[in-house]
């Protein structure tokens, strides 16, 4: 595993940690992560109602803004409730984080 790689998901690893449960410290968990911040990212960045992941169309869970703070805050390692909402998205991809 490459260094940058493995910083990474030692980043994860102490959000998932600040997270009280709510973050699962798998590395499946962590590409699932990866993907579901991908997908906050481009909802940070859209005034769209709906987003779209591998074909299939969702109805927004989370503001524009929202996003963006969510994004923000894992940039700097920060869990707090407005964190949390990255939850909500992963819930509607039916992806475990």
Known sequence: MELTKS???????????????VLNG???????????KEVVNNIAFTDKSTYSYEGDIYNRKITSTEA???INN?????????????????NQLKLRI
């Open 74 to 90: 894992l940039e700097g390692g920060v869990w707090n409730a407005t964190t949390g909402l990255i939850k909500s998205v992963a």
């Open 7 to 21: 910083n990474e998901y030692a980043k994860y690893l102490v959000l998932a940690d600040d997270s009280n449960g």
């Open 26 to 36: 798998t590395y499946e968990c962590y590409l699932n992560f990866k993907r579901i």
């Open 68 to 70: 963006k703070n969510v």
